[in-house]
Protein backbone atom coordinates (compact mmCIF):
# COMPACT_ATOMS: atom_id res chain seq x y z
CA UNK A 1 0.00 0.00 0.00
CA UNK A 2 0.82 3.22 -0.91
CA UNK A 3 1.07 7.00 0.16
CA UNK A 4 -0.44 9.98 -2.50
CA UNK A 5 1.85 12.92 -1.97
CA UNK A 6 0.98 16.37 -3.37
CA UNK A 7 2.66 19.66 -3.56
CA UNK A 8 0.81 22.70 -4.38
CA UNK A 9 3.41 25.39 -5.19
CA UNK A 10 3.14 28.97 -6.54
CA UNK A 11 3.92 27.91 -9.99
CA UNK A 12 3.72 23.79 -10.18
CA UNK A 13 1.75 20.94 -8.93
CA UNK A 14 4.35 17.75 -7.90
CA UNK A 15 2.41 14.36 -7.51
CA UNK A 16 4.35 11.55 -5.98
CA UNK A 17 3.81 7.96 -3.94
CA UNK A 18 5.98 6.76 -1.37
CA UNK A 19 5.34 3.74 0.97
CA UNK A 20 4.59 4.42 5.10
CA UNK A 21 7.68 4.65 6.70
CA UNK A 22 10.65 4.82 3.96
CA UNK A 23 12.17 7.96 2.94
CA UNK A 24 11.57 6.97 -0.73
CA UNK A 25 9.43 8.98 -3.11
CA UNK A 26 8.84 8.17 -6.53
CA UNK A 27 8.28 10.78 -8.54
CA UNK A 28 4.73 10.67 -11.11
CA UNK A 29 4.74 13.90 -12.70
CA UNK A 30 4.24 17.60 -12.41
CA UNK A 31 2.35 20.04 -14.52
CA UNK A 32 2.00 23.68 -14.20
CA UNK A 33 -0.50 25.40 -11.25
CA UNK A 34 -3.02 28.25 -12.53
CA UNK A 35 -5.28 29.25 -9.95
CA UNK A 36 -7.68 30.07 -12.96
CA UNK A 37 -7.69 26.82 -14.27
CA UNK A 38 -6.13 24.85 -11.06
CA UNK A 39 -9.59 22.50 -11.18
CA UNK A 40 -9.71 21.56 -14.63
CA UNK A 41 -5.92 21.12 -14.39
CA UNK A 42 -6.08 18.73 -11.88
CA UNK A 43 -8.72 16.28 -13.39
CA UNK A 44 -6.75 15.99 -16.51
CA UNK A 45 -3.34 15.71 -15.17
CA UNK A 46 -4.66 13.34 -12.69
CA UNK A 47 -6.26 11.11 -15.63
CA UNK A 48 -2.82 11.28 -17.57
CA UNK A 49 -1.30 10.11 -14.14
CA UNK A 50 -3.14 6.83 -14.13
CA UNK A 51 -3.47 7.73 -10.66
CA UNK A 52 -7.18 7.27 -10.44
CA UNK A 53 -6.87 3.08 -10.41
CA UNK A 54 -4.37 2.84 -7.72
CA UNK A 55 -5.40 2.48 -4.26
CA UNK A 56 -4.16 4.55 -1.46
CA UNK A 57 -3.94 4.79 2.07
CA UNK A 58 -3.32 8.39 2.80
CA UNK A 59 -3.09 11.22 0.71
CA UNK A 60 -1.22 14.17 2.30
CA UNK A 61 -1.24 17.42 0.47
CA UNK A 62 1.18 20.77 1.06
CA UNK A 63 -0.50 23.72 -0.52
CA UNK A 64 0.77 26.95 -0.08
CA UNK A 65 -2.56 28.59 -0.22
CA UNK A 66 -5.20 27.05 1.32
CA UNK A 67 -7.83 28.51 -0.79
CA UNK A 68 -8.41 25.18 -2.96
CA UNK A 69 -8.83 22.79 0.54
CA UNK A 70 -12.38 22.45 -0.27
CA UNK A 71 -12.21 21.58 -3.46
CA UNK A 72 -9.13 19.25 -2.98
CA UNK A 73 -10.96 17.34 -0.29
CA UNK A 74 -14.25 16.35 -2.20
CA UNK A 75 -12.17 15.69 -5.01
CA UNK A 76 -10.28 13.33 -3.28
CA UNK A 77 -12.87 11.49 -1.13
CA UNK A 78 -14.33 11.45 -4.59
CA UNK A 79 -11.13 9.79 -6.63
CA UNK A 80 -10.08 7.77 -3.71
CA UNK A 81 -12.81 7.69 -1.27
CA UNK A 82 -9.82 8.77 1.05
CA UNK A 83 -10.16 12.48 3.41
CA UNK A 84 -6.59 13.73 2.42
CA UNK A 85 -4.09 15.43 5.49
CA UNK A 86 -2.79 18.82 4.93
CA UNK A 87 0.02 19.44 5.79
CA UNK A 88 0.31 22.27 8.58
CA UNK A 89 2.48 23.83 11.42
CA UNK A 90 -0.47 23.02 13.60
CA UNK A 91 -0.50 19.36 13.38
CA UNK A 92 1.40 17.23 15.24
CA UNK A 93 5.37 17.42 13.90
CA UNK A 94 8.67 15.31 14.51
CA UNK A 95 9.92 18.91 14.75
CA UNK A 96 9.18 22.56 16.33
CA UNK A 97 8.83 24.90 14.36
CA UNK A 98 10.35 28.41 16.46
CA UNK A 99 9.87 30.39 13.67
CA UNK A 100 6.85 32.20 11.67
CA UNK A 101 7.95 34.83 8.73
CA UNK A 102 7.19 32.96 5.31
CA UNK A 103 7.22 29.51 6.46
CA UNK A 104 5.44 27.99 4.08
CA UNK A 105 3.82 24.21 4.43
CA UNK A 106 6.64 22.53 1.88
CA UNK A 107 9.42 24.26 3.69
CA UNK A 108 7.41 22.04 7.00
CA UNK A 109 8.30 18.84 4.87
CA UNK A 110 11.28 19.53 3.79
CA UNK A 111 12.47 19.75 7.73
CA UNK A 112 10.32 17.51 8.52
CA UNK A 113 12.15 14.89 5.80
CA UNK A 114 15.69 16.37 6.74
CA UNK A 115 15.74 15.75 10.11
CA UNK A 116 14.16 12.08 9.69
CA UNK A 117 16.80 11.54 7.06
CA UNK A 118 19.70 13.23 9.26
CA UNK A 119 18.96 13.66 12.79
CA UNK A 120 19.40 16.16 15.13
CA UNK A 121 22.61 17.59 13.29
CA UNK A 122 22.11 21.48 12.27
CA UNK A 123 20.64 21.61 9.25
CA UNK A 124 20.42 24.02 6.26
CA UNK A 125 18.41 23.13 3.30
CA UNK A 126 18.12 24.70 0.29
CA UNK A 127 15.08 24.24 -1.55
CA UNK A 128 15.48 25.68 -5.53
CA UNK A 129 11.86 26.66 -7.02
CA UNK A 130 9.80 29.78 -7.97
CA UNK A 131 11.89 31.04 -4.92
CA UNK A 132 14.89 29.66 -3.24
CA UNK A 133 14.34 28.94 0.16
CA UNK A 134 16.93 28.83 3.14
CA UNK A 135 15.86 26.70 6.11
CA UNK A 136 17.75 26.21 9.08
CA UNK A 137 16.84 23.22 11.54
CA UNK A 138 18.95 22.49 14.70
CA UNK A 139 18.32 19.86 17.38
CA UNK A 140 14.63 19.08 16.19
CA UNK A 141 13.50 22.74 16.45
CA UNK A 142 12.92 24.41 12.65
CA UNK A 143 14.98 28.24 13.92
CA UNK A 144 14.63 30.42 10.90
CA UNK A 145 15.31 30.91 7.34
CA UNK A 146 15.15 32.94 3.70
CA UNK A 147 13.50 33.49 1.14
CA UNK A 148 15.04 34.72 -1.94
CA UNK A 149 14.01 35.11 -5.80
CA UNK A 150 14.49 31.86 -7.69
CA UNK A 151 14.53 29.86 -11.55
CA UNK A 152 11.04 27.41 -11.15
CA UNK A 153 13.26 26.06 -14.68
CA UNK A 154 16.60 25.67 -12.30
CA UNK A 155 15.72 21.78 -11.39
CA UNK A 156 14.08 20.74 -14.46
CA UNK A 157 17.34 18.50 -15.46
CA UNK A 158 16.50 16.81 -12.24
CA UNK A 159 13.20 15.59 -13.71
Known amino acids: ?6 DIGNSDVKVGVGRPGILEIKFNGRFSYSKRNFKKDL ?11 KTFINIGISALKDADNNYLNKFFQSEFNLKPVFVSRDM ?3 IKINYSA ?4 DRICNA ?3 VRMYGKNNILIIDFGTAT ?6 GKVLTGGM ?13
Open 1 to 6: MNNLLI
Open 43 to 53: TVNFDKLNLTK
Open 92 to 94: SLP
Open 102 to 105: GLGN
Open 112 to 114: VAA
Open 133 to 138: TYTMVS
Open 147 to 159: ISPGDKDFPSFIN
